[in-house]
């Protein structure tokens, strides 16, 4: 059975997907990783998951899963081994990139789960902590709130009614509501369910350890909670979503907090005929992983979180205009690298990206490139050394420069055919030691 064969028996599903952007899928539920407002060129919200095309589909750099109903749609990475059996395909790749990507604890076997939903549910609160982390670098979020009271220091307006089925006969209190500037509200109360649902699960507590300060601080200025009131927390944030630019963060945090809560409800998404699911950027993923490989070589601009940034071009009066993100600058100031991350095959590396790549090179006077991408382990030579030339074909002058290099350098990906997870990690782990090995030993080489 082919593919278009295979996607026509879930049709249901394919319908809600096919030709439609990623901005409009983000509206009826899907829950992106990174979300959509911070996406690199890579993958943009008017790109799109599966496209029709000369009666074909076309699908993006997107990995994870969707359902409709009783159909699913596990969109996995070009390094999945194709079952012939009953069983499902195996993607470690992508798992071992969420892995070390989003720091999960590894019990995350997608094939071991029972259901798409429950992959998609666990994949939510294992994005708890890192949407955590990134709302609460803003500060603790703080809204006016209604409080209500009763003594003698009024000082908001009087509750007509329960000042009287309170304070008859008069004893001297008055019962009135106050508006104030809190912490305890709306949106932290969520936060504080969410984390307490979470602590209920079997792997809650090596999830929530690596927030634990965060934790505590909503913990500390939630004193209000009570588990009786989550149904009426939950409504009360789907009705007031936050729309503060300055609290972006929290935005996509409330959406998350509430996808887990009403899973006990509705068992992901809002119904049968509702599409459900979270998908991930490939191309992210990828970049953020060989951060992890490299990192102690190089400085990592994040483009996405708007660090790190670099300027093209100075002024006289000393403005810095020409914002650039490379995605690796060497630490070693006397002989500078540019690594490029690129998630896709060795043959699709050309053109634009050999542009990109030189002028960060001529910007930061740096002789060696590198492009750095996935390679399957069937290749034998995943390295291909190429050297800038000089002179043109109109003075038949054309010669290459050797001390001007740039490198295709990929890291080999295991076969997963035959493989426990256990075993395809040591070897990649393997391989990235190999990758750091290459670099440094070229880096070296060209130094000399």
């Not at 690199?40 to 993006?60: A, C, H, P, T, V």
Request: proline share 3%; aromatic share 14%; glycine share 6%.
């Amino acid at each position: 059975m082919n593919e278009a064969e295979q996607l026509d028996l879930i049709a249901p599903l394919t319908n809600q997907v096919l030709d439609k952007t990623l901005n409009q899928l983000e509206q009826e539920n899907l829950f992106f990783f990174p979300n959509i407002q911070d996406h690199s060129d890579d993958l943009s919200g008017e790109q799109m998951i599966l496209q029709s095309f000369n009666n074909k589909y076309r699908s993006s750099n997107v990995m994870g899963f969707l359902g409709v109903g009783d159909d699913q749609l596990i969109i996995q990475s070009r390094f999945s081994f194709q079952s012939h059996t009953s069983q499902p395909n195996q993607d470690y790749f992508f798992q071992y990139l969420l892995e070390k990507v989003l720091d999960m604890p590894n019990i995350t076997n997608f094939n071991a789960l029972s259901s798409n939903s429950e992959r998609i549910f666990n994949l939510y609160m294992f994005l708890f902590p890192f949407y955590l982390k990134k709302a609460m670098r803003k500060g603790l979020f703080k809204t006016y709130v209604w409080r209500k009271y009763n003594n003698q220091n009024m000082k908001g307006i009087i509750d007509v009614k329960r000042h009287v089925q309170l304070n008859t006969p008069f004893t001297g209190n008055v019962a009135f509501n106050q508006r104030e500037f809190s912490y305890d509200n709306y949106m932290n109360q969520l936060i504080r369910h969410t984390i307490e649902y979470i602590k209920t699960k079997s792997f809650g507590k090596s999830i929530l350890n690596k927030v634990r300060d965060e934790t505590d601080k909503i913990i500390e200025y939630t004193s209000t909670y009570q588990y009786v009131d989550r149904s009426k927390v939950i409504s009360e944030n789907k009705q007031n979503p936050t729309r503060h630019a300055f609290y972006q963060e929290y935005r996509i945090l409330q959406r998350l907090c509430l996808l887990i809560l009403q899973h006990q409800k509705h068992s992901i998404g809002f119904g049968e005929k509702r599409i459900n699911g979270i998908l991930f950027d490939g191309a992210w993923l990828w970049e953020e992983y060989i951060n992890k490989v490299i990192g102690e070589m190089f400085y990592h601009p994040k483009n996405k979180v708007g660090s790190g940034a670099q300027q093209l071009f100075s002024k006289k009066s000393g403005q810095k205009v020409g914002r650039i993100y490379p995605d690796f600058i060497s630490k070693d100031a006397k002989n500078r690298m540019i690594a490029d991350t690129k998630y896709k095959p060795i043959g699709n590396i050309g053109s634009k990206d050999y542009l990109q790549i030189l002028a960060y090179m001529f910007r930061f006077n740096a002789k060696e490139g590198y492009y750095i991408y996935p390679e399957a382990d069937t290749v034998v030579n995943s390295e291909l050394t190429m050297y800038l030339n000089k002179g043109t074909t109109f003075d038949q002058n054309v010669s290459y420069q050797e001390d001007v290099v740039v490198t295709k350098l990929g890291l080999k990906i295991p076969k997963t055919n035959g493989l426990t997870y256990w075993q395809f990690s040591r070897q990649m782990r393997i391989s990235e030691r190999r990758l750091l090995d290459s670099i440094k030993n070229m880096h070296l080489s060209e130094s000399k």
